[in-house]
């Protein structure tokens, strides 16, 4: 069975555009796949983060893994630091990296050009620890969101450059972004990407949004004049958006299924159907997060996940180490 790896960060509530991106391939994959699902919290102290807030976080972020549909018992659910591994195998991963790579990297480039402040250096060599964490497991996939794509490739090339110096250690992973939701952008301003960190929340739908709110955030996205629902990235951004978020959540339903649908109906009409398939998705999830949190499910699936993560994780590191000459007693 081929093997499939990926994270999210816990910084902040999980939104519609993690889940279509990233989350609802995790459980789409579980099926077919050996899936690995952590949640990235040394990545998410790239950032300043309030104590409490993260802890809070966190505990929702493995609560909405499984309460969108991953299954303890087919995927490995685990925490980042369960795994030491991740920490000493992203060191030796930074010191295979060029500088010159990581000024490449577009999301370090933009926080700098917006002109913010005390950038920490976490931040600046996060994508090799992204690549740290997914050598580690020897994954043939990584499914991704569009923005982590760089990372990815990133990734690759380091696999490449660790077997080319020290003979055959990893494998040079996949990204997958699929062609529909790979970059679901904010309602309020469509030319942005849906964000945690939106300055703006009617941008962003949380997962765990009172979906009073949410129809609100759907009913008052930013569209055009146009008058058609037709998908046009181009020219009409906000509703080929909708129409992304439609498709997605309805079966990855054709755009020009979605076209005729609503030929000669007005945007009213249509964002009502949009919110409608938003709604019954946010619902399901939050009936199942609620039940959730009065188990001790999330207990059970970090400690199952640690134990079967660190496993593979510690015979990788010990491999690297042994190879690169870092090791000279065998343990
Ligand atoms: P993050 O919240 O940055 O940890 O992202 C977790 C996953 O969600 C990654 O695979 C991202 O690429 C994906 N993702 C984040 N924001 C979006 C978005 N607006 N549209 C689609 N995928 C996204
Ligand atoms: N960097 C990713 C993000 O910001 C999260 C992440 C960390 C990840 N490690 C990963 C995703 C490994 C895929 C594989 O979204």
Redesign the pocket.
């Given at each position: 069975m081929k093997r499939m790896?990926?994270?999210?960060?816990p910084t902040g509530q999980l939104h519609l555009g993690n889940y279509i991106g990233?989350l609802r391939h995790f459980v789409e994959n579980q099926e077919d796949y050996e899936m690995f699902a952590?949640i990235?919290n040394l990545?998410c102290i790239t950032v300043m983060q309030d104590p409490e807030e993260l802890r809070n976080n966190l505990r929702d972020c493995v609560a909405l893994y499984l309460a969108c549909g991953l299954d303890p018992k087919k995927a490995t659910i685990f925490l980042?630091t369960d795994v030491k591994a991740h920490a000493q195998l992203g060191f030796i991963a930074c010191c295979h990296t060029y500088l010159g790579e990581l000024n490449r990297m577009t999301q370090f480039k933009d926080k700098q050009a917006k002109g913010e402040t005390n950038l920490s250096g976490g931040l600046y060599t996060?994508p090799s620890?992204?690549a740290a964490?997914?050598l580690l497991y020897d994954a043939d996939y990584?499914p991704?969101?569009e923005?982590?794509k760089q990372?990815?490739e990133l990734t690759r090339d380091l696999a490449e450059r660790f077997n080319h110096r020290y003979g055959e250690l990893f494998k040079v992973p996949e990204p997958l972004v699929s062609k529909v939701g790979a970059r679901i952008m904010s309602l309020s301003d469509p030319s942005k990407k849906m964000s945690k960190s939106d300055d703006n929340d009617k941008g962003c739908i949380y997962l765990l949004d009172d979906l009073k709110v949410a129809r609100k955030k759907v009913m008052s996205a930013v569209t055009d004049s146009l008058a058609q629902v037709k998908y046009d990235p181009q020219n009409q951004p906000g509703i080929s958006n909708l129409m992304q978020i439609y498709s997605s959540l309805d079966n990855n339903r054709s755009f020009e299924e979605i076209e005729k649908e609503f030929e000669g109906k007005g945007y009213g009409d249509f964002k009502r159907a949009v919110a409608d398939k938003v709604c019954a998705t946010l619902e399901e999830i939050q009936n199942r997060y609620h039940t959730i949190l009065e188990s001790n499910l999330i207990e059970e699936t970090l400690k199952d996940g640690a134990h079967k993560a660190n496993a593979i994780a510690d015979a990788k590191l010990k491999q690297v180490q042994q190879a690169i000459g870092m090791e000279i007693i065998q343990k």
């Open positions: 790896l990926s994270g999210i960060k990233a952590f990235a990545h980042q996060y620890l992204m964490d997914i990584v991704v969101g923005d982590q990372h990815v």
